[in-house]
């Protein structure tokens, strides 16, 4: 296949260039939508379900992370800080740079519970947001440390159980003391200002580290990894529905703050979503559309870190939750389409012609032996 390097998993390619699209999606109602748009509507309700999916990224990444040529402790470590050095910029781009211009809405600014215009410690704040960005640098140290002590497939397994089991417990515990506060806020925080806590969010992550692991064991054979998935996945709803029906409030809560058993019946769904990828790219012959999702997994990051900040950057035009269902649609399509173009047409461009200068300098910097 075109432009695809045969040890990857297509499958996997195809769900994270899937979801970082369908985050496009979610950001843009959150963003854009009025209020009775995202509760009482059809379209508010089918991007809420949609949403459900984020799991599928981090279940992509833990397969991903097993799969990579160099996986040391130290390479994880640069990994990490340079994944946490961009979400933080991303922070800054979408939230400070705006307010410092004066483009923020105030109706932003108060839906935070703040009195316009923004303060410094708004700002600060809003600059410590825990997004996935901060959730994947953080579990890239962890990653790389599970990884160099223990081979055993079944320790990622065990983390993620011991994870989901205690997020509860731990949510919300503080020392109040400056630094320690935001770290433990971005471990297990249980108020808005961290939107994807390591508890319970890595588990997904540790179950593809996993699949991942099981997939390197087992020869290499995708059948074999994604009906796993998928038997696993509907046991894990099986269980994870179950303990929602009996207690909801305890485990699930809400979307951001899961508890036990709404994080099993989630890892479960994601990983039927895995196996259905699967079945899309082995049924399906390959085709431009399944090409254009490959393009966006290899450019996750960027396509993540870009719809954000034009997402973001629009209010000062759009305004604040200001549309209802067709305004929505129309902006869905224009931020998708303006995500890809920037990507396309000015990072893409960008990086080549980076490439290209490097190649030229290094081509200058061989010395041919006089015979």
């Not at 991942?212 to 995708?222: D, I, L, R, T, V």
């Not at 994870?240 to 699930?252: K, T």
């Amino acid at each position: 296949m075109k432009n695809i390097k045969p040890n990857r998993i297509l499958a996997i390619d195809l769900a994270r260039g899937l979801s970082v699209l369908l985050v496009i999606v979610v950001h843009t109602l959150w963003i854009y939508g009025d209020i009775a748009t995202q509760s009482e509507t059809w379209l508010g309700e089918a991007i809420h379900f949609i949403g459900k999916g984020t799991p599928m990224f981090l279940i992509a990444m833990g397969v991903s992370f097993t799969l990579s040529r160099n996986q040391s402790v130290i390479l994880s470590v640069k990994r990490a800080f340079y994944i946490l050095a961009l979400g933080y910029f991303m922070n800054f781009l979408k939230f400070v740079l705006p307010v410092l211009v004066g483009t923020v809405p105030d109706n932003f600014i108060e839906a935070y519970g703040w009195t316009a215009p923004a303060t410094l410690d708004n700002m600060i704040y809003m600059l410590g947001t825990g997004d996935i960005l901060q959730l994947a640098g953080v579990s890239l140290l962890f990653m790389g440390i599970i990884n160099h002590f223990s081979k055993n497939r079944y320790i990622p397994l065990i983390i993620a159980l011991c994870i989901t089991i205690m997020t509860r417990e731990v949510h919300g515990f503080q020392i109040e003391v400056t630094g320690v506060s935001y770290l433990l806020d971005l471990l297990w925080g249980a108020d808005w200002n961290v939107y994807f806590a390591v508890f319970p969010w890595f588990s997904f992550i540790l179950i593809g580290m996993f699949f991942g692991m099981w997939y390197k064991e087992e020869n290499k054979s995708n059948t074999y990894l994604f009906s796993r998935m998928l038997m696993s996945g509907i046991a894990l709803m099986v269980i994870g529905g179950g303990l929602c029906y009996h207690n909801f409030e305890y485990h699930f809560g809400n979307y951001f703050h899961l508890g036990p058993g709404g994080t099993l019946y989630l890892a479960g769904f994601n990983l039927a979503l895995m196996w259905f990828a699967h079945l899309l790219v082995t049924r399906i012959k390959e085709n431009r559309v399944f090409q254009f999702f490959y393009y966006c997994s290899k450019r996750v990051t960027t396509i993540y870190i870009i719809q954000w900040v034009l997402i973001c950057w629009g209010m000062g035009a759009l305004g604040y939750q200001q549309f209802g269902v067709t305004g929505v649609l129309l902006l869905i399509l224009f931020y998708v389409l303006l995500t890809l173009g920037v990507q396309r047409f000015i990072l893409d461009r960008l990086l080549m012609r980076k490439s290209q200068k490097s190649n030229h300098i290094a081509k200058k910097q061989i010395v041919i032996p006089k015979t």
